[in-house]
């Protein structure tokens, strides 16, 4: 996916984009500075590691910190989806989009991150993970934050594979 379509899919400006990109936020595998006159195109899993830094940078996380949270993440979707064979073909971080359950990124006060989705087969309806320390990426059980910020990872996976209904 070229850093055009991956703009016009999440609706946000190009020169945004090319802001994140230009600072060398780039996600594993991308050129930092491709030859004259080339595109940079993404593979699915880059594109989708891209468009949580750019979510989060639009709703006011810095760049750097947007980073952090894409990565930390791409490991606790991924023991969750994978480790825990709750939803095992649903990866969005190796370009495997296709979801039938709720998948969300909470990021409590800029200091803690978990994952909550509706995939835990003990449980009926949404379950979340307890809180994780973004800097240190340790467990913070006793975390009460203020202010959450909520990603749909699941609805953001759907824009990556064009799904009309996000529009």
């Given at each position: 996916m070229r850093v055009g379509e991956l703009a016009e899919r999440l609706q946000i400006p190009y020169r945004d984009i090319r802001y994140v990109l230009e600072q060398g936020v780039l996600p594993a595998g991308v050129e930092e500075s491709p030859g004259r006159g080339e595109h940079r195109d993404l593979d699915?899993?880059?594109?989708?590691?891209?468009?949580?830094?750019?979510?989060?940078?639009?709703n006011g996380v810095r760049v750097p910190d947007a980073q952090r949270i894409a990565d930390l993440a791409r490991h606790g979707l991924r023991g969750t989806t994978q480790n825990l064979n709750w939803e095992y073909p649903f990866d969005p971080f190796r370009g495997r989009?296709?979801?039938?359950?709720?998948?969300?990124?909470?990021?409590?006060?800029?200091?803690?991150?978990?994952?909550v989705t509706t995939a835990n087969p003990s449980v009926q309806g949404l379950y979340a993970f307890p809180w994780v320390v973004i800097a240190t990426r340790k467990s913070a059980e006793n975390a009460t934050p203020i202010v959450t910020l909520r990603l749909d990872l699941s609805g953001l996976a759907r824009m990556m594979i064009g799904d009309a209904a996000t529009d």
């Open positions: 699915a899993a880059q594109s989708f590691w891209l468009a949580i830094v750019l979510m989060l940078k639009r989009f296709e979801t039938t359950n709720q998948w969300f990124l909470d990021i409590g006060d800029l200091q803690y991150i978990r994952v």
